[in-house]
Structures are given as C-alpha cells and as structure tokens.
C-alpha cells in the first residue's frame, strides 16, 4: 500500500534532549516535507527536499534540522527541543516538486510535547 | 499564493449531498484548484483538483465557477465519515508546499 509513514506517533519529552521523527515514503517521490499543525495557526511548513541531497527551509524553520540522504527517508530533527515546539507534525510526499497537478501525500501525524 | 474564502463550519445530514464552497476572486489564469481534507487525529488527505472544467472522482466532485473565481466540493451522499476539515487550496507552477487556510469543519449529523 502507497504511504508515507511517520515515527513516532507520540512522544513525551524534555527540553534539551535530541530527537528525531523518522519520515518514509515508498512511492519514489522526489519531493518530501514536514509541516507543523498548531491551534489557529493551522499548518506550516518546516522544510522540504526536492530530491536527494536537496533540503531547504520552509517558513518556520528554526530549531529543525533535516537530512535528505536517500530517496524514501526524510527524518525530521530537533537538536534542542523546547517547549514552543510542542505540535503536531505531518511529513508529506510528491511525485514531483512544483508541479500543480500532482497531490501531496501525507502522514498519520507525530505528536510531540516538550515539558 | 492567491487566497481562498471558505465558510468556518457547515452542517449536513447523513446520506444528503454537501455543496462546500470556495471563493478565490483573485485566482490567477495557471492555479489548479485542490482540495484536501483532515479527518480526525489523521494527516490531510488529498480529494480532487481541477483547472478550468468540472471533475468527478470516487470521493467527490469539483464544480469551478466560469469566471474561476469561486469553485464548490460536491460530496453526493455524505456519511459519517466525511465529517472533517475540508480545505481549498490554490497551486500555481513551482509552487511547492501547499498553503492552507482554516478550512471548513463539516459536520454530518445521523
């Protein structure tokens, strides 16, 4: 079944400790994101990759990081997470970047909260 | 990104049609039309898109005004399941990340 897959679906943590939410898809599409979905701000985009090797910052990038190093992964990292990045986090995939005509497909959905 | 009107909630009943509408007065002559919606505690889901004509598929339909100004999500016989948060969104070319509103909550009443 075509997905995209986002682990964990939950996490409890603590400011300060490194994490990293795992994103794969098995479509082959060369475009992946990651969105943030917090409460009457709706979604945001965080980063995205146009391919491989290829990342580059959305509108609220700061204290993400994100690594591109093969086609299907594309795990989202916090090096020190604080508590404003409690949200909800969505990675998606596209066929191909830019294009009008091709639909994102999304994840279940990683819901984090940094105490 | 050219930007979309949509009504915050609307309401249904079960086994009816739903007509969700979309305003988007200063659409440009190349932006597709998309629509995607988020069931709860689930991620987007992508349900239609059209340019200029009207489009059909299993989930729904999509009727785009003449002018492009205003399109509407046709759901011809909702359940249960549709109730969600629908969005229309504008793509034009090179644009990568999708732009979401606040949607619509629908809610389908049994």
């Known amino acids: 079944e075509a997905q995209v897959t986002q682990n964990p679906r939950y996490l409890i943590t603590v400011t300060g400790k490194k994490l990293t939410v795992t994103c794969s898809q098995n479509m082959n599409h060369e475009y992946m994101s990651w969105y943030r979905q917090d409460p009457g701000l709706g979604l945001r985009q965080i980063y995205y990759?146009?391919?491989?090797?290829?990342?580059d910052k959305g509108d609220v990038p700061e204290g993400y990081k994100v690594s591109r190093k093969e086609k299907r992964n594309f795990p989202l990292i916090l090096e020190s997470p604080s508590p404003n990045q409690t949200s909800l986090y969505f990675c998606?995939?596209?066929?191909?970047?830019?294009?009008?005509?091709?639909?994102?497909?999304f994840g279940d959905g990683t819901r984090l909260s940094i105490l | 990104d050219a930007k979309t009107t949509q009504p915050n909630s609307m309401e249904s009943n079960e086994e009816e049609p739903v007509h969700l509408p979309c305003n988007h007065s200063?659409?440009?002559?190349?932006?597709?039309i998309h629509w995607y919606r988020q069931l709860p505690s689930q991620g987007p889901e992508y349900v239609i898109h059209?340019?200029?004509s009207n489009v059909n598929n299993r989930m729904a339909s999509l009727a785009i005004a003449e002018d492009r100004k205003s399109s509407t999500l046709i759901l011809h016989r909702a359940t249960l399941r549709d109730a969600a948060v629908y969005y229309c969104i504008l793509r034009d070319e090179g644009a990568q990340k999708l732009v979401f509103g606040q949607g619509t909550r629908l809610t389908i009443n049994p």
């Open positions: 990759s146009m391919n491989v090797e290829v990342t």
């Open positions: 200063t659409i440009s002559g190349t932006d597709y």
């Open positions: 059209g340019l200029t």
């Open positions: 998606a995939s596209s066929l191909h970047p830019g294009s009008r005509n091709q639909p994102q497909h």
